[in-house]
T-cell receptor, first 115, second 111 residues
Framework: DAGVTQSPTHLIKTRGQQVTLRCSPKSGHDTVSWYQQALGQGPQFIFQYYEEEERQRGNFPDRFSGHQFPNYSSELNVNALLLGDSALYLC??????????????FGDGTRLSIL | DAKTTQPNSMESNEEEPVHLPCNHSTISGTDYIHWYRQLPSQGPEYVIHGLTSNVNNRMASLAIAEDRKSSTLILHRATLRDAAVYYCILRALYNFNKFYFGSGTKLNVKP
């Protein structure tokens, strides 16, 4: 049973460019959340997708956008890249229930470097 | 989001128990306490969670204070593979999976 998979594993971009990161959730999961993790810090919540809609959003600018597909996979798009966007981007999946007992399953992330 | 406070780092000897503390004085009655850990070059991994009672699983034990303002993750016999950053997270009921991660505790295990 495959867990959460993310692609690519590493990516190098320059300032001003745009990037798309991809995530396939764990089998049976329908909810995808994205996090940004700067070096030496804990992950910061970006947003969450369920039923192809953004359901919650953290304190991130509109340059960060996403999409969820009918097969529950998801993309994170970042426009007008800044040096400060260099980070590990993590995807987490879970099932949408009202029960907070459900653990999230994380992928190993995409390391994005901005030059 | 309710906040948690953890020591920045701790050190343990291999095969000895480790107690990782977490303070969450602003916890609400419906917040679950979750622990995740992040090994080097990997995404966070679920460890354990609880609401009011102490909990045990194959990975660890979770001891929750009676007033729920603090909790302790217990690794009964630390191994080198337990060296990781451990995050204590408060998860509100019906919060649709939005996690607030603090800075966590970096655990170093000495052979």
């Amino acid at each position: 049973d495959a867990g959460v998979t993310q692609s690519p594993t590493h990516l190098i971009k320059t300032r001003g460019q745009q990037v798309t990161l991809r995530c396939s959730p764990k089998s049976g999961h329908d909810t995808v959340s994205w996090y940004q993790q700067a070096l030496g810090q804990g992950p910061q919540f970006i947003f969450q997708y369920y039923e192809e809609e953004e359901r919650q959003r953290g304190n991130f600018p509109d340059r960060f956008s996403g999409h969820q597909f009918p097969n529950y996979s998801s993309e994170l798009n970042v426009n007008a890249l800044l040096l400060g966007d260099s980070a590990l981007y993590l995807c987490a999946s879970s099932t949408m229930t009202g029960n907070s007992n459900q653990p999230q399953h994380f992928g190993d992330g995409t390391r994005l470097s901005i030059l | 989001d309710a906040k948690t406070t953890q020591p920045n780092s701790m050190e343990s000897n291999e095969e000895e128990p480790v107690h990782l503390p977490c303070n969450h004085s602003t916890i609400s009655g419906t917040d679950y306490i979750h622990w995740y850990r992040q090994l080097p070059s990997q995404g966070p991994e679920y460890v354990i969670h609880g609401l009011t009672s102490n909990v045990n699983n194959r990975m660890a034990s979770l001891a929750i204070a009676e007033d729920r303002k603090s909790s302790t993750l217990i690794l009964h016999r630390a191994t080198l593979r337990d060296a990781a950053v451990y995050y204590c997270i408060l998860r509100a009921l019906y919060n649709f999976n939005k996690f607030y991660f603090g800075s966590g505790t970096k655990l170093n295990v000495k052979p």
